[in-house]
């Protein structure tokens, strides 16, 4: 058990459909990332928010936003939803570690499914 | 965006040491390797990290080489439960920016 916790396990909507995915992360974690992962692809960075403040953008639609908020859980809000969008949704949160690195740990995951 | 080059997969028996090669051809100075596997759907995992030095924990040894260009992750005693994809992203060391690429990773199937 990583101490990320993810919800809903699974999301089954359609198209069009608009969803919010939640995440919590460790205890003291500052910093919250969401992946996207395909099917039998790799993960996807979509986007990374530190103590409330976006830090870092990957390849995420305009469609799709996310926040974190004073208590440090993050929201990842997909709207407008397309077939294409079904995927599973992972969350990760770090901390700044002794050698100022940032290692992630992963939470189990939204299983989006856009019909 | 950073890039790294893993083998899409590899065999493995089971007891046997599986040496997982990573390729870091545009790795800076700033910039760990990581090192993270991913069980079935499940939630990427934490194994190892290192800047220049090699590095050992309880789950596996990390070899980088003196260039920085390539790593190589060990298992020294592989057991079914290894079987993973196994990913070797970059990770900057700065304040908190974390444009992580984990690319498509290595399928390590151990075999019984």
């Known amino acids: 058990d990583s101490g990320v916790t993810q919800t809903p396990k699974h999301l089954i909507t359609a198209t069009g459909q608009r969803v919010t995915l939640r995440c919590s992360p460790r205890s003291g974690d500052l910093s919250v990332y969401w992946y996207q992962q395909s099917l039998d692809q790799g993960l996807q960075f979509l986007i990374q928010y530190y103590n409330g403040e976006e830090r870092a953008k990957g390849n995420i639609l305009e469609r799709f936003s996310a926040q974190q908020f004073p208590d440090l859980h993050s929201e990842l809000n997909l709207s407008s939803l397309e077939l294409g969008d079904s995927a599973l949704y992972f969350c990760?949160?770090?901390?700044?570690?002794?050698?100022?690195?940032?290692?992630?740990?992963f939470g189990p995951g939204t299983r989006l499914t856009v019909l | 965006d950073a890039k790294t080059t893993q083998p899409p997969s590899m065999d493995c028996a089971e007891g046997r040491a599986a040496n997982l090669p990573c390729n870091h051809s545009t790795i800076s100075g700033n910039e760990y390797v990581y090192w993270y596997r991913q069980i079935h759907s499940q939630g990427p995992q934490y194994i190892i990290h290192g800047l220049k030095n090699n590095e050992t924990n309880e789950m596996a040894s990390l070899i980088i080489t003196e260039d920085r260009k390539s790593s190589t992750l060990i298992l020294p005693h592989a057991t079914l439960r290894d079987t993973a994809v196994y990913y070797c992203?970059?990770?900057?060391?700065?304040?908190?920016?974390?444009?992580?690429?984990f690319g498509t990773g290595t399928k390590l199937q151990v075999i019984p």
């Open positions: 990760a949160s770090s901390a700044r570690g002794s050698r100022g690195t940032d290692t992630q740990y």
């Open positions: 992203p970059q990770t900057p060391v700065s304040g908190g920016y974390q444009k992580v690429t």
